[in-house]
């Protein structure tokens, strides 16, 4: 067991390192995203254009022995065009029948840039894929190859002409992470990197197989029973109107996180476990990843709305007010 | 040892500290309770009208939440996944020894976390939490104290009416014990010789005893005492006998007495002759020997000390006087072995010893010469009694007289000569006119008297019988009414003090017709009159009119401060009226005179009573209780 917990450390911190080739700062991103594969999650990235939220995608791909595509979403774009279609194809007995062509979803690795540009039509093309990782065209499900990923970024500005994300879509991505601008350092060392002839070149740290048994590896970290509960207490403390809601949550949210939150929040804690070398899961571990698994399952009224109140902040006095003692039933006011 | 072994030791020592922590805690959880509940029921009792006994209960109720406290905390036992949390939380181990403890039994990764559990324990510092710390309940706890001890210190708020109610309650229940001593006292030391005055003075005790326990209203009480005080009224009334009473007053009033007789006057004269040694001092010739000996005394203390400072004359003089003072008491059959031993002394040279047994000679001389007044006051006493019976009926010495008729009753049935029985018709029949106001009395002796005459001896020593048997019974009758007017008067007192709301002693000023002064200010006898009807020559004695007694003196004089005045006296600031219910309080200050024509400005006028108002204040010449109604009052001219 000792030995696979190494692995799985050295893995991840050799593709943390190959990816710091490319990605100067942005810790907590990288991690978020590592942790988000290693828990077989999708990623929701949301910051400014040129903060290199695609670059970052693109080098994990190259760090990591996958296959990687990419699609720009625009208003214009299909269902078909992500999924793939059935087209009329001569076979070599020169009949005509149709033969599904796989869309760029046939990867591991999908890049969904600017994916609060598409219609909510074509959005919701991505659920299946991203829930049960299969496709379902012209009446055959089609499964998509494990590992598979979603990486979608969508900018905050500029929100003229997009479609917000529907609440399915969002409880699907595991993390949802807020990339923000470099630092002075970090962006110094951003321009010097990029603007000389000679760039590093990333090199496969992980290949398919070793990613699924890190995927394995995470699953059976055991959590406490009243780390568990704290969990399951936090998501219950944003259930707004309920007997388990803190005043927070009473006050700003229409709706609280669903199911798949506490997941997220194990799952990521699990990994953070693993990645600070520990066997378990502790509290600090969900406080830490409790933001970036809750914030997007989050809805706020239009109280929190008029006030520019965010899901941080009412996550945050969660936090603070959730005790980590006691029952799931309870949560400490 | 193992991992597990390693961990579980841990967690053993962790959770007895963890036990008595919370013992320790839950005490000081108690203590916090206790001073809250306590200093609410302090604030209670400060603002509400809470009894202190109320107070005290709670307060001791509440001390009983810290061994509650105590045992709460210590009785909980945790388990080893719940030590292994607080351990977790304290050393700050990520969850690390729980995690163990869970897992412990998981194949995969049992093992795994029992390593990391182990060495994390092993690395932290478990003593540096497995202190006992006070909790933050501590300083609330001693905040709490210390408010309450500051609040012991502020007077408690009472309404003027709750003030009253319980001072009248006070009142009412010392009216009661009063009542029922007084009754007690006479039930048992004058035993009412008549059913009725008995059954009276039952129900005078059971009033007494019903105040104390009922709570009453003054109305209720007042009519209480009230039914009572008709009750022994009617008995009064059913006993008066107007004639032989007032004779039989007058006679106690009077310096002879009519409790006694001869014969009890003449046992204490006997009495007080044997403590004299059984002579007969002349009162004279005991005050002359007391001056000689108070002179002898200044003689002997202006003696200078030693041998050396003595002069023969002096010397010689003082010898004596001593013989000549010893000769004096010798003749007077005197005994003052001090005067023997002072000779002795003197003889000796001891003038020191001389002048120490000369005071000793005194004090025994003063008290002889207290004996012999008293002595010759009863001498006088008995000489004043009556001689024969009209005279002893005529000055209401009933019991002398009944002593005489029982003397009679004796010889006329002893068979004495005739001339001793005629001189006893005799004095009967001068007795009979006297005779007259002690009801039957007078016919008994008038049939006394024939019989007598006619010869028949028997008959007329069974109608003497009967006659004294009357008087007795007038005695009696005299007695209760005595007790019942001692008692009604006590009724009256009782009345006064419910219904005027003052102390039992405030309200007998009147006296109780012992001749005591209601004046002076009163000894510790006064509270309980009672024992002296039994002697009032004794009662005479503690008569201390006209004593100054500076230290019971009113308040306002002394360094206490200003006492509360009365209703009424409190001067009340009243912007532009005069008396507007009461006095205006006012005294009299030297000036100029004011008769005849003023031509000074009213400004000035105004300003210089303010000035001379002002100085009169400075210099103490206006009471506390006025200065400042005066000083108000020359204020509001401005």
């Not at chain 1, 989050?298 to 007010?321: C, R």
Request: glycine content about 8%.
């Amino acid at each position: 067991m000792e030995d696979r917990i190494a692995e799985f450390r050295d893995a991840f911190a050799r593709v943390k390192k190959e990816i710091g080739k490319t990605i100067v700062g942005q810790t907590e991103i990288v991690d978020g995203t590592l942790q988000a594969i290693c828990a077989a999650g999708h990623v929701l990235l949301e910051g400014v254009p040129g903060l290199g939220k695609t670059l970052l995608v693109r080098t994990l791909s190259e760090a990591i022995d996958l296959s990687f595509n990419r699609v720009q979403f625009t208003p214009d774009l299909m269902p078909a065009d992500i999924l793939g279609t059935n087209l009329v194809m001569e076979n070599p007995d020169g009949r005509r029948e149709f033969q599904f062509q796989q869309g760029p979803i046939f990867s591991h690795i999908v890049l969904a840039d600017e994916i609060n540009r598409a219609t909510p039509k074509t959005q919701s093309a991505m659920l299946e894929a991203m829930q049960e990782k299969s496709v379902t065209a012209g009446g055959k499900i089609r499964r998509l190859d494990e590992p598979f990923f979603v990486l979608a970024t969508q900018n905050p500005i500029d929100q003229e002409g997009t479609y917000p994300l529907p609440e399915a879509q969002l409880d699907r991505f595991f993390y949802k992470l807020l990339v923000t601008y470099p630092s002075g350092p970090e962006l110094t060392e951003v321009i010097d990197r990029t603007t000389q002839p000679r760039q590093e070149r990333v090199e496969r740290a992980v290949d398919r197989q070793q990613l699924l048994r890190m995927q394995g590896l995470v699953r059976e970290v055991p959590v406490p029973s009243h780390v568990r509960d704290y969990a399951v207490r936090l998501v219950l403390a944003t259930h707004p109107g309920t007997d388990t809601a803190v005043d927070v949550a009473n006050q700003y949210l229409r709706f609280g996180s669903s199911p798949r939150g506490g997941q997220s929040v194990i799952l990521a804690a699990k990994v953070r476990a693993l990645t600070e070398g520990r066997f378990n899961a502790s509290f600090a571990d969900i406080k830490a990843v409790a933001l970036a698994a809750l914030r997007h399952r989050l809805i706020l009224n239009f109280e929190a709305q008029a006030e520019g109140i965010t899901t941080d902040h009412v996550l945050k006095k969660v936090l603070e007010e959730v005790s980590t003692s006691g029952t799931p039933a309870e949560v400490a006011k | 040892m193992s991992d597990l072994q390693k961990i579980r030791t841990v967690l053993a020592r962790a959770a007895r500290h963890r036990r008595w922590s919370r013992a320790w805690n839950g005490l000081l959880w108690g203590v916090f309770a206790a001073s809250a509940i306590w200093l609410l029921a302090l604030v209670a009792f400060k603002l509400l009208p809470v009894p202190f006994a109320a107070l005290c209960a709670i307060g001791l109720g509440a001390c009983g939440l810290m061994p509650v406290g105590f045992v709460w905390g210590w009785w909980k036992k945790d388990s080893p996944l719940d030590t292994a949390k607080w351990v977790d939380n304290e050393l700050a181990l990520k969850e690390r020894l729980s995690a163990a403890i869970e897992f412990q039994s998981s194949e995969s990764w049992g093992g795994v976390l029992l390593r990391e559990g182990a060495r994390s324990v092993s690395r932290a510092s478990l003593g540096s939490v497995l202190q006992y710390r006070l909790p933050r309940v501590a300083r609330w706890t001693v905040l709490l104290l210390f408010v309450g001890v500051t609040l012991g210190f502020v007077p408690e708020y009472r309404s003027q009416r709750m003030l009253d109610e319980r001072k009248q309650a006070e009142i009412i229940k010392d009216a009661g014990t009063r009542l029922e001593h007084h009754a007690k006292t006479v039930l048992q030391y004058r035993e009412p010789a008549l059913k009725p005055t008995e059954q009276a003075m039952r129900s005078v005790e059971e009033l007494g005893a019903d105040l104390q326990k009922i709570k009453l209203t003054r109305a209720d009480a007042l009519e209480r005492i009230s039914n009572v005080t008709d009750r022994l009224k009617e008995q009064a009334q059913s006993l008066e006998n107007p004639e032989a009473f007032r004779r039989i007053r007058q006679a106690s009033r009077s310096a002879t007495g009519a409790t006694g007789g001869d014969a009890e006057l003449q046992r204490k004269i006997d009495r007080l002759q044997e403590r004299m040694g059984g002579n007969s001092a002349d009162l004279d010739a005991l005050k002359a020997l007391k001056k000689r000996l108070d002179q002898l005394r200044g003689s002997a203390a202006d003696m200078p000390t030693g041998e050396a400072g003595t002069t023969p004359d002096l010397s010689q003089q003082m010898g004596a006087d001593l013989a000549n003072l010893m000769q004096l008491s010798q003749d007077q059959g005197l005994s003052l072995p001090d005067l023997d031993l002072a000779m002795a002394a003197f003889q000796q040279g001891e003038y020191d010893r001389v002048a120490e047994m000369l005071d000793s000679a005194q004090v025994d001389l003063e008290k002889m010469l207290e004996m012999a007044k008293a002595l010759h006051r009863m001498q006088t006493q008995q000489e004043q009694a009556g001689r024969d019976l009209g005279e002893q009926l005529e000055k209401g010495q009933v019991s002398t007289a009944y002593q005489n008729l029982q003397e009679m009753i004796r010889k006329m049935r002893e068979g004495t000569d005739g001339e001793e029985i005629r001189k006893i018709l005799q004095e009967v029949s001068e007795a009979l006119d006297p005779a007259g106001g002690y009801g039957q009395c007078q016919a008994l002796l008038r049939q006394a008297l024939q019989q007598g005459e006619t010869g028949n001896r028997q008959a007329s020593a069974e109608s003497l019988q009967q006659a004294a048997e009357e008087l007795k019974r007038l005695m009696e009758e005299y007695g209760d009414m005595q007790s019942l007017l001692d008692t009604l008067k006590a009724c009256e007192i009782a009345q006064q003090s419910v219904g005027n709301c003052q102390g039992w002693g405030a309200c007998q000023g009147g006296g109780t017709g012992n001749g005591l002064s209601s004046r002076g200010v009163g000894t510790w006898a006064d509270g309980n009159q009672m024992w002296k009807d039994f002697d009032p020559d004794l009662a005479q004695r503690w008569d201390n009119s006209g004593i100054q007694r500076p230290d019971m003196e009113s308040r306002g004089h002394t360094d206490r401060g200003q006492g509360p005045g009365t209703e009424g006296m409190i001067p009340t600031k009243v912007r532009g009226k005069f008396t507007p219910g009461g006095p205006m309080p006012s005294i009299t200050l030297r000036g100029v005179n004011l008769k005849g024509e003023s031509r000074v400005q009213v400004e000035e006028a105004i300003s210089a009573a303010q000035q001379e108002a002002q100085s009169a204040l400075n210099q103490e010449k206006i009471p506390r209780a006025f200065q400042r109604g005066v000083r108000d009052y020359f204020d509001d001219f401005n």
